[in-house]
């Protein structure tokens, strides 16, 4: 039945006195934690744990704050520096103008007319009398050793090499009207060692079919002249290997032919290098003998079948320099003849500026760099040095951000080295190029070299040049590699910075929060992928180029799951395992797994979304950085105060009065600021929501303590209702034994006395079991006034429909038989001293 209303002569609750005398009476540090919360800004009074825990949460968050704009002129300057000196916007504009006319440049795909048989479709090139084999192609087409003559006569020659006009004077070494060609063409080829592939079979029945049949193994290169010598038993240049020199200094990295899928075309190339230890086999083309010298001579290597099946590998290499925008560029069309028959064509660049300090503002960005990179060894050093002081470097090296940091300073090292032996190789192609102009023939378009040693001095340049590029070309794409890595590097410093804001620390401490669930997911996630990629290798590898190795199948599956496939393509042979594979691939890797790992962000991001919701943000807190360094340049430190509090016994309650008791010079605002905010971020926490699975996981605990307890009751009342059949059909009495069981035993007076003290022990014991029992009664009674003061006080002072009115000291509740019970509470004046209690009335109305 419903209890009756209050009666007019109840007065109000005083809710925040009851609940400060509630606080005094409970020694449950949890619940005088939600009191407190729950109390509003008259309770000011907190413990000396969450005190300290506020304290060293206001220390970091202004550590990170001050953190922050180094974090960001690091990043900044370094940006700066490394766009200064690698003019990138420059370097890929001549970059861009060669690679497209190589890599686009067509040739018709016609031989010369000696070569065939027929007559039809003569044409006159450049006086050559010529038959049209194809259409129009461009490089990724030559698939023959014809093509590749072709394609180097129409397409690269006439683009780098200048032809003779004795009516218009041409400058000898310009390339696309800016660009100047420095040291001629070198045309290169590697070659393999040619044996019997009879040796390369144990077996008698392969040993009778390849007889007498030439192998070219892949790995074994030659370094013996070939072809027929020319006047005097002498070979011409190029039909024997350079000088050990070249072959050595070149470091030479023969690049095997590896496929790569593009979306573009099936063709590409991803160049993966290994040690060489061959021989190059080279031929130079010199820009100042023209045009019609240089297709001369790539026809004699035509015509003597320098290129044939040992060949392995053929590069073209130049090298322009463009004046205007100071940009070298390093140019090599590679054609790979691989072991299977096919020919693998592929330009390779290397654009770097010509003068890195053109610029006064490369310099300042260097200085301006260098000097936030000693700042951040000078604070690490520190930082280390007061762990070691106190023995804590084990502890300091567990935090992550610490190896931040130190990895910051190492890449920034290892980028600074790397740069000067750039720098150190750029002034010897600077050096090289001097000398080839020097040794360049003084007559005019045309005419050969004074002397022979001049001409021997312009080639072994022009030789150390393209060697020196060419470990150049390597060192900068790595070094290219390591700086686009250390910007990445440099980007998570600033998840760091930004735990000094609590709205922008969201994603950081999602990241943290979820990092140990998200590695489980990955291992499961990658054993997955590495199942369904090695399964491709087998229902595509022999006919898709990006399924044929393991780390193409690999990315070609994660591809998939990004969304980017060809549904067609990969059923192409209309296999049903085919289906079977990409089907079930997409459901359980790209719909299950992927969302899994999405709900694994989103479930921590919403605890920790909702915890920020109640901080400052960061306009606010900047707002309170600038209120700090104006008006409260005379506050204690925060360190200071930490000790203060620190000292005092167990865990205390502190207000501002006892704050201000302890440390005499802390000004009154200052403490009843530190107690107000140490109170709120108690209130923010008890506050404090769960994560979605945090929530599913107690309302499944909570299910399953609830579902055990209804079996024990339900096992109780089968037992009870078990018990009271027996009883009712007396069948409990059957099983006591006969009358003459029993009978009289009479003890001795001193035995008995000693059972008479044991009764009444037991009698006393039950009467103190009894006696505990009520005031466990009487216990659970407060308990439940105690609840119906927090709920009275959530319910009217916290009601917006309600107007507040005076609160007197005395409340009305409901007891448990339906009736209105009148309790007065000790009241207090402002400063907390008891005034008096009034009586306890109970008013009893019935229904």
Known sequence: MAAAPPTEDVA??????????????????DLRKVLKAKGGSNLVEVSKESLLSH???????????RKFPFVLLFFISFATSVLNHEHISDVSQVERSFRGLLEEGGFEGSLPEELVVTESG?????????????????????????????????????????????????????????NQLIGGIQIQQIRRQQEDCASAFSGDEMVGLVQGFQCYPPAKYSKECFGEPGIGGEYDPGWCPDPDKSTEANGRRLFAEQFAY?????????????????????VTLLGHLGLEKALETLADLRDRNWLDAASAWLGVKFLVLNADLAVYTHCIVNVWLSS?????????????PAEPYQHQSAVASDAIYFALWLHLVVTCSASLTKAIKRGQV??????????????????????TVAFVLFYDRLRDVKQFGLDIAANRPTGPFGVDFDTPEQRNGYMATSTDMHITLAQMAV???????????????????????????????????????????????????????????????????????????????FNSCLVIVWGSYEYEELIEEGSFYSSIWFFSFIAIVALITVNMFIAIIIDIHAKVKMEANSKENLFVQLGSMIQHLWTRRDWVPYAVVKSAVAEFDGNMDITAAVLLSKIETMPPKQAAALIEEAALADKAEAESGFSLSTATTMVGLIKQEVTSIAEALEFFEQMEEHEEEERRDGAWTSQLPPESYFHEVTLDAEAEGKLNGIEQKLLDLEDSITMSMQETLDSGQATRDRLRVLTRYITEAWSPDEPSSPRSPSMTVADEDNSMTKRAYPTTDRKGAMLGASDVTVEDEQD
């Open 12 to 29: 109000e609750v005083d809710l925040p006195r009851d609940i400060a005398r509630l606080l005094q009476g409970d020694s449950n540090s």
């Open 262 to 282: 593009d979306g573009k075309d099936d063709t590409s190339l991803a160049l993966f290098g290994y040690g060489f230890e061959g021989g190059l086999y080279t």
């Open 55 to 65: 304290l060293e949460e206001m220390k970091r968050t202004r550590d990170e704050c």
């Open 394 to 415: 084990r502890a300091h090296f567990s935090i992550g951000w610490t190896w931040l940091n130190w990895l910051t300073i190492i890449g920034g090292g290892i980028c």
């Open 475 to 553: 060192s900068l794409s790595y070094l290219r590699n390591f700086i686009a890595s250390y910007i990445v590097l440099l980007t998570l410093r600033f998840f760091e910075a930004f735990l000094g804001q609590p709205r922008l620390a969201v994603v950081t401490k999602t990241l943290l929060g979820s990092a140990v669930d998200v590695l489980h997911f990955l291992i499961v996630l990658l054993s997955v992928v590495i199942s369904y990629a090695l399964a491709g290798m087998f229902l595509f590898g022999h006919r898709l180029i990006q399924f044929s190795q393991f780390y193409m199948s």
């Open 340 to 352: 299977s028959g096919a020919l693998i064509p592929a330009a390779t660049f290397s654009s770097f």
């Open 122 to 178: 003569i044409n006159s090139i450049r006086g050559r009398d010529r038959t049209f084999v194809a259409g129009h192609k461009v490089m990724k087409d030559i698939t023959t050793l014809a093509d590749v003559w072709l394609y180097l006569e129409e397409a690269v020659l006439p683009i780098v090499i200048n032809e003779i006009d004795t009516s218009w004077q041409a400058p000898a070494y310009r390339v696309l009207r800016y």
